[in-house]
């Protein structure tokens, strides 16, 4: 066909792309490029490790360091970067980038992202708002374009996230900045339709998943194949590593490929060897970067190097690195006693009517009745709450009315404390205590993101939970005190209380509120900061509007896990892994199990339980194990003629918590002769006085059943003999046996028969009456 063709006009024209470069070509050229510029990319190890270097390592840096290498490898230009377009990326992200107005680079962005372009498995820390969504995001999309990614190739990238609202925040920043590649991605979240899921999830080259929502689908659709996966990415690592996903992430990383990229992200990174050893990480490199001018700390933490053996109790000191909070945050804390907890909240409220506020609570229950209450009592400004146990519309409708409001309250659980970037917070109100720094950390992180300015306040309860501040002394949190000017505080008990009085609703909501904050002290760790007995039980109360202080009675377990599983011989690990499977407690430890008793049986449990609802949704095959347990538990309790363990302890109505083993019991109780016991060897004979009476009856029950099923036996035996008797004759007359037959016909077991004729007269008559019919027949047959 030749490589012309001719005009119109007949003069020959010369080919019109000989040297145009198709877009294919272009962008080959550009995958080259960029491969060609990452291949020099140093590695930071020999400053950022996280493992401790061996003598050989240490001696090799020491040479480096003496020939000044280090200082060039560090001037590597790709460390210069200041902006997007100084990293080595494809002009498809670049594009995206700018579109979405994201120019410069932050410190997280600078340090992680050419080490994740360069192929390797990455550990990072950065304080919250920092950008680690895009950190993670770029390398990602690079990595499946570099390799020319497309359906055919199937899941190439895993995004895992703990929370739904977490989940559509990053699908959004995904969705923004890929805009303009070609790959497919796809959300995976709780709470959605499964069967509408099922038929993309094969289909999807990137995905961002809750953790259980995604096992479910690699155990439910065939076609979904992960084992081409290139990258995996576990933001809030720490979350997803710890014991509440631990069996859901397991199982997940059975199904990858082992030959992948794996990146963690968190403000709070972990750094517990053992937990990081699940995911088979290689030789990663850990990326940590300070608030304090974006400067990355590494060398600071260079000998901090990670904890070996699981923590037990103070979690944070051996196991997560805290880098520190943001930069534009002011954050103060006021003591003040938990029962007047709720009027300094809504004074607060009230003196700050035009702020964008996030007041975390430790319980769904308090969640709901604080918001229940103070939208009665109108403070004049929007209120909002949400929580684990909402349903998932509702959940996603109050995330996105508090995005976009400018003044407004949510109130909310740890559901809402990790990872959403809701614009213009400026408070985040602490009202109950965290659960440890990390659990600050993330909630703070609420406001003063990327840089923005914004300001904390934590309210400790005066006596023990005042400990919280040295814990968050040791992870260099910077808090200051403020004083609580007592005549600018307007109590609000009255009110809450006349309230709670005149709506049934709100009264049981109060009465649950109130239980469910003591069950969360009690299944608290750390117990140096949290101590039920610390808590004043009536006054408490009364602030929650209620005249009369609900019973909570709590069974106490072993305190410590280690026993726990020494004396099951099991591991630690083991144990805690079962403990992550009572589905039960995570509902009731984020706010609304359906359990609506008014007498509260809490178990104590050190075993860290998953935080939100969606664990509930994603543990739901961890339910039917824990269910099973508990249906045992009872059974065996119903065996004790339902005493309760002596350990149990049972708070009075004074709050004054004793053992039940020392509780004597009112004569008008029915169990009194069991109950009435002083101490725990009265305790324990009652019980065993109980259980061997049991077992008497037990054994009387078995002896009357085995008599009557033998004497059923004798008739039966005795009816057959009979019949052979008859036949016996009737073969003598028909000389149908032979003589050795008739013998013993003749002589089996006629003897026994009278001895049964008292116990069975009845069948006897009736075989009896056989007898003579019988006879009257042969009679017949005979004549
Ligand atoms: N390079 C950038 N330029 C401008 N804005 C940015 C940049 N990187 C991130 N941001 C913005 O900073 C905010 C916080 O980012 P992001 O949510 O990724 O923080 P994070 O470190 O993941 O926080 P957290 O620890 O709470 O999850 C977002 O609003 C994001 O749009």
Redesign the pocket.
Known sequence: MGGSKRSRSGRKRANPVPNKISARQREEAEISRIEQSLLEVPRYSSRYQLFRPNRRQRAKKAMVEAAGEEEETQQHHIFRATR?TDFPLSSRTLDG?AA???????G??KTAIPQALAGRDILAA??????????FLIPLLEILWRKKWNTLDRLGALILCPTRE?GI?IFE?LRSVARRHTISAGLVIGGKDFEAEREKVARMNVLVATPGRLLHHMDHVIEFDCSNLQVLVL??ADRILDMGFAKTLDAIVANLPKERQTML???TQTKNVKSLARLSLKNPEYVAVSSRSNKDIAEAQNEAHPSETPSNGDKESNEIDVVGTPGGLRQSYAIIPGSEKLSVLWSFIKTHLKSKMIVFLSTGKQVRFVFETFCKLRPGMSLLHIHGNMKQLKRTDMYDLFCRTKSAVLFATDVAS????F?DVEWVIQADCPDDVGTYI?RV??TA???AQGRAMLFLSQGPEEAFLKRLESKNVQIHQTRINPQRITDITPRVAATVASNQELKKLAQKAFMFYIKSVYQQSDKDVFDVREIDYAKMAKSYGLSNVPKVSIKEQNNDKRQLAKRKNTTVFGYQLRQQNRGRALAEQHGDSSDDSEILTIRKSNAVLPATEEDVDEYNSGVQNGYNQRKRKKRKLDLLGKLPSANRLVFTDDGEAIRAGDIVESPSDNDTSDREHGGIEDYAAAVSRKLNKAAAEDRNLEKRRVQSLHSRRKVKDRERNKIAKERAVESSVHSISSAEEQESMMFSPLGEDEDSVSTASVEIEDAAKIEGDEKKALMILNS
Do not use: M, W
């Open positions: 997007f980038l979405a107005n994201y120019t410069e680079l932050t997280i962005q950065a304080p919250t708002g920092s950008g680690k969504t895009l950190a977490l925040q920043v933001d809030e992200f968190s403000a990790r990872g959403l970037d614009p993330h992180g609420r993101r990327f840089k």
